[in-house]
């Protein structure tokens, strides 16, 4: 069986969210002289609410602040041992205090718990913080943002006449330029694309081409770009935190 290789390299990304002139310029690019797509780096934060800040206050954070979840772990550690609240008789196991009551238990455990696994404690300590999380772009200052960060979106759509088309949403968000995406998509499916704006933005596109085109695309977002799990439902999304560092995306498809 004889196997054609074709090598395709993704030049094309854009920053969300920042104007052009205030971007330093990029120092990596191809032979041509086009700019080389770089993955971003994406970390989750957690930011402080009024309710959990006097847990934080000794190690001198106050509400808003956003800490990193190794951040959290070591104001949570060192408030513990500063206030000697680590059990005598087992130090698996923290006292709890009225600032650790308040912060962490609901009002139906704050009479009925007295002290909590470390495990328990840290976990509970993520679960009140607010959620946030960084985008660095290689070369760019990061960017911070409330709340998660979106998934890229997958959706198979029915359409008119039984046929189905694949709809792609929030490339951006990870600096993929959706039309680069677009002509990939097409020039490996042999099918009709299509890039319109994403409807309730100003700003956002979608790309639609006809077909289940799930195994090109998962092929070309895992394989080239930088996932590292995804899962099927209904839609299908493409997650990740931990982004693979590379200078240029690139995929054999065989045919």
């Known amino acids: 069986m004889s196997h054609m290789h074709s090598i395709v390299s993704i030049r094309s990304f854009v920053v969300p969210e920042i104007a052009a002139s205030e971007l330093p310029a990029q120092d990596s690019k191809g032979a041509d002289g086009e700019q080389l797509y770089h993955p971003p780096e994406i970390i989750p934060l957690f930011g402080i609410s009024s309710k959990m800040a006097p847990l934080f206050q000794e190690s001198g954070y106050k509400k808003g602040s956003t800490l990193s979840s190794s ?19 087992n130090k698996n196991f923290v006292k709890v205090n009225p600032i650790l009551c308040d912060c962490l238990l609901k009002k139906s455990e704050q009479d009925k718990i007295s002290k909590l696994k470390w495990d328990d404690l840290l976990s509970r300590c993520l679960d009140q913080l607010q959620p946030f999380h960084q985008v660095t772009f290689a070369g760019h200052e990061p960017i911070v943002r409330k709340g998660n960060i979106d998934p890229i979106n997958i959706t198979i759509a029915q359409r008119s006449s ?48 006809q077909g289940n085109q799930i195994n090109h695309l998962a092929k070309l977002l895992l394989g080239k770009y930088l996932g590292n799990w995804y899962h099927f439902s209904r839609s299908i999304y493409i997650n990740w935190f931990k982004i693979l560092q590379l200078a240029r995306v690139q995929h054999i498809f065989q045919q």
């Open 71 to 89: 951040e959290v772990r070591s104001v949570v550690i060192n408030y513990v041992k500063t206030n000697e609240l680590v059990d005598e008789t």
């Open 162 to 209: 039984n046929k189905k088309v694949t709809i792609i949403k929030n490339l951006e968000l990870y600096g993929l330029d959706p039309q680069t995406v677009a002509n990939i998509l097409q020039q490996k499916a042999q099918a009709s694309v299509t890039v319109t704006t994403l409807p309730g933005t100003k700003d956002r596109a979608q790309v639609q081409i």
